[in-house]
């Protein structure tokens, strides 16, 4: 110890005693030829600053050994600076000219098992990367947020968050504004955009030609940023058929989308139905109509004994013949049960044997092994049928039904369609191209248009795109701010410059001057003109309404509020603490 406290007490100040062999003049910042005093009190400025710096240097760790801690202005810098390098690792692949990035595994074991991916999906990209930043993870996980919730948008909201973190960067180190000042004003801003965005939004949800046609345009803006885009038009109208067999139902499930490996991208095609990728058992018709199905999930192998560890010691050939007559009679009475049921298809998500397979045969009833795991469940859903396990009570038993159930061939493969299910909705969506590297990035994309639509049949408000909401909403920031007093002003000027950002990163995503175009574009806005957007095929501004440029209203809303609520919860980031690593043993 350095100092030790007495406890005694003169004029109301604690006296402090130095140790003799510290070097007092040096703690307390006096000439070296000074007399080195023994007693100090807080009765200076100066002494009870050098008080500070002493027990400050001397104070005990309360973090594990290994541990690290960063504070203040650091811990700041450094949550800034994670996530604005997420947002520019994904920002070249924003908009209809965006770029593709090639993801390849690592280096190790199993790298040679994982696919190398080619994908501009933000979503996926972010998925992939390893990330150590704690910042940079918040903007991982509001993506993938944003993809579950939305299908679409992914990487708008990365990049947009992290322009908003630029923007904040800058106030807190050039203008010395405190973080919750800003956030204030972020505040402010927020809702100032949400409102503009609402009353720009349009909805015609109840004029079934014009809401398809929203679909159709809401499809094709998704897909103009894709693989598919150049057969946008083809694959517009296969999702938005898919979506609207739902019926509103909210359960994308039903889409199935199988991917088979030849042909072209045009060559994907709608099919009503289910398909089931098996075969159907050996002998047995494969055509079948007015078909009452079982689904069920047990053991169709020989029932053998399931006690562990035990043995059946038998003393001649007769007593193994009447063990294996009593499993067969065992199984015969399951398949008699199952038949009991009034069913001429089983469907069986475990395998089913020869002997069992020959009872099915002679029964008339066709027999359909091993169905996938997922499989089984979405074709139960669309059959209307339960999952049976037992067979005890047939009238607790729910059976599917559907039309038709007949062997085809997709491709190569033979696989099994169901046509006319019980639950109408279920359809089936075949995609071909030319590579599995291809058929991956299309399902990908397809599963962006198909969620995009689902969401906006829920809720059926739409609003154009093209960078148009976003510079509408800047502009109502900017007259809202008007009315704001104090540095909240500042920050809200901040928030609208970065909804600026999108439209100028579309643009020189596209190889366009974008300084020149959205100086066209805020012009446009400026004189009341709230559909003019940015058109890249001749490299200038359009009215979005006349181009059918639109996007999903619950989309676009997300997109805007998460980007803020990340934004937020960096900046009031003052401190980042690491835990040590745990210690391996051994």
Same mark, same amino acid.
């Given at each position: 110890?350095?100092?030790?406290?007495?406890?005694?007490?003169?004029?109301?100040?604690?006296?402090?005693?130095?140790?003799?062999?510290?070097?007092?003049?040096?703690?307390?910042?006096?000439?070296?030829?000074?007399?080195?005093?023994?007693?100090?009190?807080?009765?200076? &400025?100066?002494? +009870?600053?050098?008080m500070?710096?002493?027990?400050?240097?001397?104070?005990?760790?309360?973090?594990?050994?290994?541990?690290?801690?960063?504070?203040?202005?650091?811990?700041?810098?450094?949550?800034?600076?994670?996530?604005? !390098?997420?947002? $520019?690792?994904?920002?070249?692949?924003?908009?209809?000219?965006?770029?593709?990035k090639?993801l390849?595994?690592?280096?190790?074991?199993?790298?040679?098992?994982?696919?190398?991916?080619?994908?501009? $999906?933000?979503a996926?990209?972010?998925?992939?990367?390893?990330?150590?930043?704690?910042?940079?993870? @918040?903007?991982?996980?509001?993506?993938?947020?944003?993809d579950?919730?939305?299908?679409?948008?992914?990487?708008?909201?990365?990049?947009? !968050?992290?322009e908003?973190?630029?923007?904040?960067?800058?106030?807190?180190?050039?203008?010395?504004?405190?973080?919750?000042?800003?956030?204030?004003?972020?505040?402010?801003?927020?809702a100032?955009?949400?409102?503009?965005?609402?009353?720009?939004?349009?909805?015609?949800?109840? *004029?079934?030609?014009?809401?398809?046609?929203?679909?159709?345009? @809401?499809?094709?803006?998704?897909?103009? /940023?894709?693989?598919?885009?150049h057969?946008?038009?083809?694959?517009?109208?296969?999702?938005?058929?898919?979506?609207?067999?739902?019926?509103?139902?909210?359960?994308?499930?039903?889409i199935?989308?199988?991917?088979?490996?030849?042909?072209?991208?045009?060559?994907?095609?709608?099919?009503?139905?289910?398909?089931?990728?098996?075969?159907?058992?050996?002998?047995?018709?494969?055509?079948?109509?007015?078909?009452?199905?079982?689904?069920?999930?047990?053991?169709?192998?020989? $029932?053998?004994?399931?006690?562990?560890?035990?043995?059946?010691?038998?003393?001649?050939?007769?007593?193994?013949?009447?063990?294996?007559? %009593?499993?067969?009679?065992?199984?015969?009475?399951?398949?008699e049960?199952?038949?009991?049921?009034?069913?001429?298809?089983f469907?069986?998500?475990?395998l089913?044997?020869?002997?069992?397979?020959?009872?099915?045969?002679? %029964?008339?009833v066709? =027999?359909?092994?091993? /169905? $996938?795991?997922?499989?089984?469940?979405?074709m139960?859903?669309?059959l209307?049928?339960?999952?049976?396990?037992?067979?005890?009570? &047939? #009238?607790?038993?729910?059976?599917?039904?559907?039309?038709?159930?007949?062997?085809?061939? @997709?491709?190569? *493969?033979?696989?099994?369609?169901?046509?006319?299910?019980?639950?109408?909705?279920?359809?089936?969506?075949?995609?071909?191209?030319?590579?599995?590297?291809?058929?991956?990035?299309?399902?990908? /994309?397809?599963h962006d248009?198909?969620?995009?639509?689902?969401?906006?049949?829920?809720?059926?408000?739409?609003?154009?795109?093209g960078?148009?909401?976003e510079?509408?909403?800047?502009?109502?920031? +900017?007259?809202?701010m008007?009315?704001?007093?104090?540095?909240?002003?500042? %920050?809200?000027?901040?928030?609208?410059? %970065?909804?600026?950002?999108?439209?100028?990163?579309?643009?020189?995503?596209?190889?366009?001057?974008?300084?020149?175009l959205?100086?066209?574009?805020?012009?446009?806005h400026?004189?009341?003109?709230?559909?003019?957007?940015? #058109?890249?095929?001749?490299?200038?501004?359009?009215?979005?309404?006349?181009?059918? @440029?639109?996007? /999903?209203?619950?989309s676009?809303?997300?997109q805007?509020?998460?980007?803020?609520?990340?934004?937020?919860?960096?900046?009031?980031?003052?401190?980042?603490?690491?835990? =040590?690593?745990?210690?391996?043993?051994?």
């Amino acid at each position: 110890e350095i100092l030790r406290v007495t406890g005694v007490q003169t004029c109301a100040l604690p006296i402090f005693w130095l140790e003799p062999q510290l070097d007092s003049r040096a703690v307390l910042g006096l000439p070296s030829g000074s007399p080195q005093p023994r007693q100090v009190s807080f009765g200076s &400025p100066r002494h +009870f600053a050098a008080m500070h710096r002493i027990l400050a240097g001397q104070g005990q760790n309360i973090l594990q050994q290994g541990a690290s801690e960063d504070k203040g202005e650091n811990a700041r810098l450094q949550a800034f600076i994670g996530a604005i !390098a997420i947002g $520019d690792l994904v920002k070249s692949t924003l908009g209809p000219k965006g770029m593709d990035k090639i993801l390849q595994p690592m280096p190790g074991q199993e790298a040679h098992k994982m696919a190398t991916t080619v994908t501009n $999906d933000g979503a996926t990209i972010l998925k992939s990367v390893w990330i150590d930043n704690p910042a940079a993870r @918040i903007l991982v996980d509001i993506s993938k947020t944003q993809d579950e919730e939305c299908g679409d948008g992914t990487t708008s909201v990365v990049v947009l !968050a992290a322009e908003m973190l630029r923007k904040a960067q800058d106030l807190v180190e050039q203008n010395k504004m405190h973080p919750q000042v800003i956030i204030k004003g972020y505040r402010l801003a927020l809702a100032a955009a949400r409102s503009k965005l609402e009353a720009l939004a349009q909805d015609r949800g109840g *004029d079934k030609a014009g809401f398809r046609e929203d679909l159709m345009k @809401i499809a094709r803006t998704t897909l103009s /940023s894709k693989l598919l885009k150049h057969e946008k038009e083809h694959f517009a109208t296969v999702a938005v058929d898919a979506v609207l067999r739902l019926q509103g139902k909210p359960n994308l499930d039903y889409i199935q989308v199988i991917k088979k490996p030849g042909g072209s991208l045009k060559d994907s095609f709608l099919e009503e139905g289910f398909i089931l990728e098996k075969k159907i058992g050996v002998g047995m018709p494969k055509i079948l109509e007015n078909c009452n199905v079982l689904v069920a999930n047990c053991q169709m192998d020989t $029932d053998k004994i399931k006690i562990y560890g035990a043995r059946v010691k038998v003393d001649s050939f007769d007593a193994v013949a009447e063990i294996e007559k %009593a499993e067969k009679d065992k199984m015969k009475t399951k398949v008699e049960k199952i038949c009991g049921h009034g069913c001429n298809v089983f469907i069986n998500r475990q395998l089913i044997y020869n002997y069992p397979e020959q009872l099915f045969k002679d %029964a008339g009833v066709m =027999a359909i092994e091993h /169905s $996938d795991f997922e499989g089984t469940e979405r074709m139960a859903a669309v059959l209307g049928a339960d999952i049976a396990s037992t067979f005890d009570n &047939p #009238e607790e038993t729910k059976l599917g039904f559907c039309k038709k159930i007949e062997e085809i061939i @997709i491709g190569e *493969d033979k696989v099994i369609k169901f046509s006319g299910c019980k639950e109408g909705e279920a359809c089936t969506i075949v995609l071909r191209g030319a590579s599995n590297h291809i058929l991956d990035e299309a399902e990908r /994309s397809l599963h962006d248009a198909l969620a995009v639509l689902f969401q906006t049949v829920t809720d059926t408000r739409v609003c154009h795109g093209g960078g148009c909401m976003e510079m509408a909403m800047a502009g109502h920031i +900017f007259e809202e701010m008007k009315k704001v007093e104090g540095k909240e002003q500042v %920050a809200m000027e901040a928030f609208g410059k %970065a909804l600026m950002q999108i439209p100028c990163i579309l643009s020189d995503n596209a190889g366009f001057d974008s300084q020149e175009l959205v100086g066209k574009l805020r012009a446009a806005h400026s004189r009341g003109e709230n559909t003019m957007g940015l #058109e890249f095929n001749q490299g200038g501004i359009a009215d979005m309404a006349k181009l059918g @440029i639109m996007e /999903s209203f619950r989309s676009k809303m997300s997109q805007l509020c998460s980007a803020a609520e990340a934004a937020e919860m960096i900046i009031r980031v003052d401190d980042i603490i690491k835990n =040590a690593p745990r210690e391996r043993e051994g």
